[in-house]
């Protein structure tokens, strides 16, 4: 086993794993459409709650697609125009239902280190960590 800081490693969980058993859904590729050079991932509680489920049942058809775009254009946005240096973000993107009802949802996307200390942003809802 690995040593780290004088004590054993007993399990390590990377971000690569997450986005293997399914708790994170990369977007990295369409959010370098919009610009976004890091690569970028979406929690799964975001995914099913304000994409997915407002837009669609199957993974980026068409509809999903619309609401995945309308949440990466207002990241880039608003990271754009940061004023701070914080690596948190909050914005909100307005995603119609099914019903076609506005509804304004507020995310977070929090810039940190990946798996191998190099950049990535990821989206989730405000309490998520």
Same mark, same amino acid.
């Given at each position: 086993?690995?040593? $780290?800081? !004088?004590?054993?490693?007993?399990?390590?969980? /990377?971000?690569?794993?997450?986005?293997? #058993?399914? &708790?994170?859904?990369?977007? /990295?590729?369409?959010?370098?459409?919009?610009?976004? =050079?890091?690569?970028?991932?979406?929690?799964?509680?975001?995914?099913?709650?304000?994409?997915? %489920?407002?837009?669609? #049942?199957?993974?980026? #058809?068409i509809?999903?697609? &619309?609401? $995945?775009?309308?949440? $990466? /254009?207002? @990241?880039?946005?608003?990271?754009?125009?940061?004023?701070?240096?914080?690596?948190? @973000?909050?914005f909100?993107?307005?995603?119609?239902d099914?019903? &076609?009802?506005? %509804?304004?949802?507020? @995310?977070?996307? *929090?810039? !940190?280190? &990946?798996?191998? @200390?190099?950049? =990535? *942003?990821?989206?989730? %809802?405000? %309490?998520?960590?």
């Amino acid at each position: 086993m690995n040593e $780290l800081c !004088g004590t054993t490693l007993i399990h390590a969980y /990377s971000r690569a794993d997450k986005i293997q #058993d399914g &708790g994170l859904i990369d977007v /990295s590729e369409p959010a370098r459409q919009l610009g976004i =050079v890091y690569p970028v991932a979406i929690t799964s509680a975001v995914w099913m709650g304000a994409i997915q %489920e407002i837009d669609g #049942d199957k993974p980026f #058809d068409i509809r999903t697609r &619309g609401a $995945l775009w309308r949440c $990466l /254009s207002m @990241l880039a946005s608003v990271a754009r125009n940061s004023t701070t240096n914080d690596h948190k @973000l909050l914005f909100t993107v307005p995603l119609a239902d099914k019903q &076609g009802n506005i %509804e304004n949802v507020q @995310l977070k996307a *929090i810039i !940190g280190p &990946g798996d191998n @200390l190099e950049a =990535v *942003i990821t989206i989730m %809802e405000p %309490e998520e960590d």
